[in-house]
């Protein structure tokens, strides 16, 4: 007796899975604004029902299992489109959010910005720009934002994620990012609170008189400007690799302390140079081949360019902490 067997048969996770492959290419072409997966995973009870749909009719019509697939993935695109019309925030919802302040009676201002996971680009405003900063954020989190004091302004631009979004991984591809422009008209103070995110702060035009970051484990890259007065740099580096760029003809006393991540400093050609090695770690360190070594050995010690003393700007740098990671000057 020949024994007949109903195979099962269904074409439901096929199609959800080419759903998610066309929300996504949607996402990246800009038709539906970005979306993380903690957005679609608030969807999970529609996902059983159209689950408990499949099983209980693909055993004996296949073709159900791809019309309830195609249904849900409809259902979810056409909710996605229209969601930013309507007002509602979503768990994981990418935000475009802009943040400004004006310059007004300031006469100097300190920026305390701690970023996040986005990557950042920090830039010179206009000469013409009427702003203390403006900052262009599309992000996840929470921002934190306050401009504060009358002449001497405190500026703070903080980022916060909710703990309970455990799917805030994002569909977009390249889009969550931190545009923030700071004023070129006043002395300013910045510090920095660096995340995972990739710091790219040109900071040439602008009026640093002192700089603080606290970097995490994205890769940084500063470019310090030409100032007539002394520029003091504190940075504290992470598990990022770190460039940093000093202008000609300027003061500058660097203070540094490494990590793990790879640090690589970029002096002009000629510049009267003093470098103090406190610490010897057990990454690798390169100093000019120019300098005349003061005191030490190869991992501590004193180096020094000749006529330091008598030159009309100096470069100061003072390795304070060493980790693993690799420090250049050159």
């Known amino acids: 007796m020949e024994n007949t067997r109903h195979h099962y048969h269904s074409f439901f996770w096929p199609t959800i899975l080419i759903g998610v492959g066309v929300i996504w290419l949607l996402v990246n072409f800009g038709i539906i604004a970005p979306v993380s ?104 989190g929470t921002i934190g934002f306050s401009a504060t004091g009358t002449t001497n302004k405190m500026v703070t631009l903080t980022e916060s994620s909710n703990p309970t979004d455990w799917f805030a991984w994002t569909l977009a591809n390249g889009n969550l990012n931190w545009e923030v422009g700071l004023t070129t008209k006043i002395p300013a103070d910045v510090k920095i609170n660096g995340g995972s995110g990739s710091i790219d702060a040109d900071l040439e035009s602008v009026n640093v008189q002192s700089l603080s970051a606290d970097l995490g484990s994205g890769s940084s890259t500063f470019k310090l400007p030409q100032l007539k007065t002394s520029q003091m740099v504190d940075l504290n580096s992470g598990s990022g690799s770190v460039t940093m760029s000093i202008p000609a003809e300027t003061d500058v006393t660097l203070r540094l302390q490494s990590a793990s991540g790879s640090i690589s400093i970029s002096i002009p050609a000629g510049a009267a140079v003093h470098i103090e090695v406190m610490d010897s770690g057990s990454g690798s360190l390169s100093v000019p081949s120019g300098l005349l070594k003061i005191s030490g050995d190869d991992k501590t010690g004193t180096w020094e360019s000749n006529g330091y003393a008598q030159a009309a700007h100096h470069i100061l740098i003072k390795i304070l902490d060493r980790g693993s990671g690799s420090i250049s000057i050159q």
Do not use: K
Not at 41 to 65: C, E, K, N, T
Not at 104 to 110: L, N
């Open 37 to 140: 997966i903690g957005m679609i995973w608030q969807f999970w009870p529609l996902l059983l029902i159209m689950l408990g749909l499949d099983i209980l009719f693909s055993r004996h019509y296949a073709w159900v299992g791809s019309l309830v697939g195609i249904l849900a993935v409809g259902g979810l695109v056409a909710y996605l489109i229209m969601q930013p019309h309507t007002g509602l925030q979503t768990t994981g919802q990418i935000l475009n959010e802009t943040f400004t302040a004006p310059l007004g009676e300031t006469t100097a201002v300190t920026y305390n910005l701690e970023t996040a996971s986005e990557p950042v680009h920090l830039y010179a405003l206009n000469n013409d720009s009427s702003q203390l900063i403006d900052a262009n954020l599309t992000h996840q």
